[in-house]
């Protein structure tokens, strides 16, 4: 039996009986295990599988296959885009003009440097929730600035706009532009809004990606005063296209700018 199992017949036995992430695994075991459960067969019956119309009709085998259905299978399901380029543009290079209005009137309006927003919140206030503790402690592309003197949040008639200038161009697009906020969330004070970005023409395919803006509140004991909580802090968030300093560079940089 010993024999039948270094010779790689029973994993050629049982390898075609496992799934994709299965078999996959399989191929870190070992140099042997790794060699047979490349082998083209599998491979190939997985493709069947996945894309039956590829082996319809006594069809020729399809485009990339010359090169195995290991590599055919892996590269077609393979969703990682690499590494982006170094960005053109710098925190340094940026800058947020933030500008918040309850009614007609303004409680918050400040020029703040990219440099300055990307740092974050250093020292948060006393009378935060724990859970926006660990928030403020597990940021990574999100950025923070305090806000002081601070402000209450009143769920009506507030009005927010986020812009971005270049300082070596002197134009300036627009990120958000909103009024009132979706939703507060309670537990976590944080009351969010968003907002969709407006790309240069020359990116015509590039839409629906939100930029999110974020009050942070000092926590409040009283159910009552949920709307009227301290505002301490500001933040925005890219998160559902960026997820790193160089991601939200270069998704700034295809914004419409003026």
């Not at 769920?155 to 009024?179: P, Q, W």
Request: hydrophobic share 40%; net charge neutral.
């Amino acid at each position: 039996m010993a024999e039948i199992w270094s010779s790689g017949e029973i994993l050629k036995i049982i390898f075609p009986l496992m799934s994709v992430q299965d078999l996959a695994s399989c191929m870190r075991v070992c140099k042997q295990w790794r060699d047979v459960a490349k082998e083209d067969y599998f491979w190939k019956k997985l493709c069947a599988q996945r894309w039956p119309s590829m082996f319809k009709d006594k069809r020729p085998p399809p485009i990339g296959a010359s090169r195995g259905y290991h590599k055919l299978y892996m590269s077609l399901c393979r969703r990682d885009r690499g590494a982006l380029p170094v960005p053109r543009l710098s925190f340094d290079d940026i800058e947020f003009y933030v500008d918040i209005w309850l009614a007609d009137r303004s409680v918050y309006s400040d020029v703040v440097p990219g440099s300055v927003l990307r740092s974050g919140i250093i020292n948060p206030p006393a009378g935060i929730c724990d859970i926006m503790k660990d928030h403020l402690k597990s940021l990574s592309c999100k950025m923070t600035i305090p806000v002081n003197p601070r402000f209450k949040l009143f769920s009506e008639n507030i009005r927010v706009s986020l812009l971005v200038g270049r300082r070596d161009d002197d134009k300036v697009a627009s990120i958000i532009d909103k009024s009132g906020f979706d939703y507060v969330d309670g537990p976590a004070c944080r009351a969010l809004t968003y907002d969709y970005l407006r790309f240069a023409p020359k990116y015509p395919f590039v839409s629906e990606i939100r930029a999110w803006i974020a009050l942070l509140l000092v926590d409040s004991q009283d159910d009552k005063m949920d709307d009227k909580r301290d505002v301490f802090g500001i933040e925005v968030d890219f998160c559902d296209a960026a997820n790193s300093d160089c991601e939200v560079l270069w998704l700034l940089d295809m914004l419409d700018w003026k």
